[in-house]
């Protein structure tokens, strides 16, 4: 299976790395013909603004927007920001197919980073990397919380996309990446070899 990978900046070379692990092929994704060879996307961390001015330039809001109507899509900090709504910064350009509200660099400065360990959905806890992380504000009827930091939802799912507040590709713990496969598996009756 083919998972792409948003390549326009941020950390998308530690995402192949963890797909690799999971022995899966990653897909740099950077024009709408590369979309059509991959069953999901990973929207990466990065700079949210960056990413708008990059979007009309290759690919397009409505290709990945009509991506994610039929296929799993998955975000990381930049990646959660642009996937959700509710950005008063108006040089960001939200896609809204994940219903969560989003605050932008609420975590801090880069100077302010953290790793900290999480509980939720995965047993036992994992280490979660906070680089001038979104915060999530609210979250709508569908939304699941599979994990919390001081009781804000920083891990979120609907039953077809997935997004972290944080970084789960740089600390090359495989976990939620491979929950993530497990979803593909799941909306796309794709066998999948299973991850432990």
């Known amino acids: 299976m083919k998972i792409g990978i948003l390549g326009i ?14 022995q899966l092929q ?9 979309l059509e060879q991959i069953e999901a996307l990973i929207i990466p961390g990065g700079e949210s603004t960056v990413l708008t001015k990059f979007f009309g330039f290759r690919l397009h809001y409505e290709d990945i927007r009509a991506f994610a109507e039929r296929k799993p899509v ?13 950005v008063e910064d108006t ?13 932008r660099n ?32 609210s979250v709508g009827p569908d939304i699941r919380v599979l994990a ?3 009781g804000q939802p920083v891990w979120v799912e609907n039953d077809k996309h997935m997004a972290c507040a ?7 713990d495989t976990r939620i990446h491979a929950y993530f496969i ?8 794709i066998p999948v070899t299973e991850h432990h």
Do not use: W
């Open 9 to 22: 900046q941020g950390a998308y070379a530690a995402h192949a790395a963890i797909l690799r692990k999971l």
């Open 26 to 34: 990653a897909v740099t994704v950077l024009y709408p013909e590369d």
């Open 74 to 86: 998955f975000g990381t900090c930049a990646g959660l920001i642009l996937m959700g709504h509710g």
């Open 91 to 103: 040089r960001v350009r939200q896609l809204n197919i994940l219903d969560v509200s989003v605050i």
């Open 106 to 137: 609420a975590y801090g400065r880069q100077t302010e980073s953290f790793e900290t360990e999480v509980t939720g959905s995965l047993n036992p806890p994992f280490q979660a990397v906070f680089i001038r992380a979104p915060r999530i504000r």
């Open 148 to 150: 919390s930091l001081e």
């Open 166 to 172: 944080f970084h789960p590709e740089l600390t090359g």
């Open 182 to 189: 497990e979803k593909i598996r799941k909306n796309h009756g």
